[in-house]
């Protein structure tokens, strides 16, 4: 199957997943979905990633997301509480480095495409570099 936006249909399983309360989620992997992943864990979001190649297709590499929840299993609540794809392919959005967005009063992370890597909104600004606006996370 094609798929048009390989990094909304990553947000879409990992909000699915989140909304039933699954405690791993597996998609198509890919190197910017990797990046996000990464980026993802290093700011407490998920739990961990990895990469597995598929046994009967050896060509097909598979990411497995391991999602984070908080609290005891009655009022268990994941820590994302929201994803949004911000630049998507029928409406690329670029940023300056002085005009990269604060997501909740900087309690979310926007995360870029930059010139110098997939990185943080924050990062970003501390590197001075802009970028697209791949998605934001809270």
């Known amino acids: ?23 791993e989620v597996a998609m198509p992997s890919s190197s910017l979905k990797a990046e996000i992943a990464r980026i993802l864990k290093e700011e407490g979001f998920i739990e961990s990633y990895e990469t597995k190649v598929d ?38 959005v670029y940023t300056h480095k002085q005009d990269i967005p604060w997501v909740l009063s900087g309690l979310g992370i926007a995360i870029l495409s930059t010139p110098k890597g997939v990185m943080t909104g924050q990062r970003a600004r501390q590197l001075g570099v802009g970028g697209e606006i791949l998605c934001k996370v809270w």
């Open 55 to 92: 046994e009967t297709r050896p060509s097909h590499i598979t990411l497995r997301v391991k999602l984070k929840y908080v609290g005891e299993r009655r009022q268990r609540r994941p820590v994302i509480t929201g994803l949004e794809r911000v630049s998507r392919p029928g409406r690329r």
């Open 1 to 23: 199957m094609s798929v048009n936006d390989p990094i909304g249909d990553m947000l879409t399983r990992v909000r699915n997943a989140l909304l039933i309360g699954r405690s």
